[in-house]
């Protein structure tokens, strides 16, 4: 993994993330925990949503004096807090699931399954400190979680995205304590890997967690707009794929609807708050469709990010069921793509 662009010896927009992986400034999250907020857990949805935003500009205030002045956290209150009402939130969506923007219905919290499959309970299928991250990232405390919101044919991980059942039950005592000792290991943050069906819990486990560590939100970005209210404040760099760049090839390779205005409205709305370092995995004969369109949005709408432009792929799982995708990249669909990229005027690129 090269930088391509010159002279540059660390990435341009991840400044927050690394001044809290070295400790010289709090988490999202962490400041989360230190906004006050009195409500009833029985309250309508309506209302707790009304509060939620309501206190969204508390929150927004104070990460602005921490991070732009250096203003010193105060003394965590008692009572609870503004990660609290999100949680309850998280737990009132799923009980007519729109986690993602497949917004299926199910009532996860009764035992129903979503187009993820899975009901209330989280699993994981792995955990470690991963050195085989972007630069800035390792060594990275990475936990994999089961199920998935897209159902790409070319799933790298098919194994654990297509079987939720497997792996170990996340307790969010447990994996916060796992967190904490990671972080005290060397881990530059906490990687979470395919979250989104996850969410309620993982707001659970984050609540636990003692140490200041940034959130990596390992993603496809494929959540509704509700899930993109609650994750402000709690992620502090979206690891983003923007797989596609258009409709048709998004519902052909991951039997989803409604992608581009999906995903780059997730964009848009997250880097109002966090930063994105998003991934670009190039298919071999979509570097007109998608490619090229990926990389001319991202350069209009949020030039400000890292972009890290992916030659992985490799046949795996169904695409063999489709000719045009069961085959490696050619040197020539490379040397066209980072052609695409360096001309993008995109400031900050890896490969």
Partial sequence: MINIMPDMSKPLFLDNYLAIADNELPSRSEIL????????????????????????ENYRKL?????????EMPEKRE???????????????????HLCQHRCGANRKKGEKGFCKLSNTSRYAAEFIHMGEEPE??????????????????????????????????IPTNLAELADRRRKEGARNLNLVTPTPHMH????VIRKISVNTPVIWNSNMYHSPESGKL??????????????GNDECARKYSKVDRYMETITGNLEYAIKDAEILMRHLVLPGH????????????????????????????????????PEIDRMLTSEEKERAIKMVKDSGLKDVLI
């Fill in 33 to 56: 925990k230190n906004i006050p907020v009195s409500f009833d857990e029985d309250s309508d949805e309506e209302e707790l949503w009304e509060l939620h935003d309501e206190h969204m």
């Fill in 287 to 322: 570097l007109d469709c998608c490619t090229r369109n990926v990389i001319d949005w991202t350069s209009r709408e949020i030039p400000n990010i890292r972009f890290n432009l992916m030659f992985q792929y490799h046949p795996e799982y169904l695409a063999y069921r489709y």
């Fill in 63 to 71: 990460k602005h004096r921490i991070y732009a002045s250096g203003f």
């Fill in 137 to 170: 990232l390792v060594p990275s405390h990475t936990i994999f979680f089961t199920g998935c919101v897209l159902s790409c044919v070319y799933c790298q991980n098919w194994d654990i995205s297509m079987h939720p059942e497997t792996g170990g039950e996340v």
């Fill in 79 to 97: 009572g609870k807090s503004l990660l609290d009402l999100k949680i309850v939130i998280a737990d009132r969506v799923i009980e007519n699931c």
């Fill in 231 to 244: 994750l402000e404040g709690v992620v502090d760099v979206f690891l983003a794929d923007l797989k596609y």
């Fill in 201 to 204: 819990n993982i707001l659970k």
